[in-house]
């Protein structure tokens, strides 16, 4: 047990420490045949002021009564401790002199190396939205690490429960407040898994398998999540197999996936670091460079799209830089009005992935 009271130093720890010298006799003489301690000396003192009140003391007269010399007594004080020698000491100490307690190796918290986590987080991230993790539950769930969920949804993945108890996955039924926590949006959509990143693909990897009708999109510095799933989706939609992208794991955001409605585990990413070798990787293997602009090349509507091309767009503001607008081996353009500059990167990519299927494909 203890106890704490504020000094000049601040706050100061009281604990109450059983004495070592306490022997077995002395805690059997306060025992009694059923095990249970005698009542407290004050309750003693009471019954025998009860008796004197009657009448005098009745103890001598009773020969089943122990005599004085057999019950046990309350300790004297001494000058060394100023108090009585209980088994029981009184001692402070200022909370930095804590004692070290030997648990004998075991203890409440367990050790994670900082370096480790850092690792895990990098390749971990969290996906959300009821389509996106509904795809991703049905094409890769042995990604999924922990899941989350409100009531509403369960009913929807009654067969993802099953498959992560029986799995040993964990998962939890939470509120909205709670889910927002957990996905870092209120935009979730009632579902939540943490998952595994896929690491991108390299080119000569994905050549290997890649079909004979095959339109590749290359972005070049497009990162915002939104347009990326927006892209993802109308690749999905015309069949797009890859996307090449400097950086493959902004393809598994939350936003990204989540606009992508499913469409992000039908897409594989093929890492595109040295962004102008990586097209030259691919026209050597047969497809054509097609660069686009929004007033430079051959108008969509008069373009011949070939079978195996690969469709390199940049971002909005800039669009492509020189030295790959210069890789091309054609260019088109969208046009329009004139009325605005250009188009967004996510709308300009659904009408030429739309030509190509057209032209190609249907």
Known sequence: MNDSFSGKNGKV?????????????????????????????????????????????????????????????????????????????TVSRPPQEEPAFDHGGISGKSFIDPEQLRRQRAEETRVYGENACKALFASRPDAIVRAWFVQS????????????????????????????KASGTEHHGGVCFLIKKRQGLDAQAYLQNAPAKDCVLALEEVGNPHNLGAIVRSCAHFGVNGVLLQDPAVLESGAAVRTAEGGAEHIKAINADDFLSVLDTFRKAGYTIVTTSSHKGTPLAQAKLPTKMVLVLGQERDGLSDSAWQQGDMSVSIGGTGK?????????????????????QA
Do not use: C
């Not at 605005?340 to 190609?360: F, H, K, M, P």
């Open 340 to 360: 605005v500059e250009s188009l967004n990167v996510s709308v300009a990519t659904g009408i030429l992935l739309a030509d190509w299927w057209r032209q190609n």
């Open 13 to 89: 720890k009281v604990m109450f420490v059983r004495s070592d010298d306490d022997s077995g006799d002395n805690r059997n003489k306060n025992k009694r045949p059923d095990g249970k301690g005698r009542p407290a000396d004050n309750a003693r003192s009471g019954r025998a002021g009860q008796d004197k009140a009657r009448g005098g003391d009745r103890r001598g007269s009773d020969p089943r009564r122990s005599s004085d010399s057999d019950r046990p007594r309350r300790p004297a004080r001494t000058e060394d401790s100023g108090g009585y020698e209980s088994p029981w000491k």
């Open 153 to 180: 949804v369960t009913p929807r993945f009654r067969e993802a429960l099953r498959w992560m108890a029986a799995n040993r996955k964990a998962y939890h039924v939470v509120d909205e407040e709670e889910l927002a």
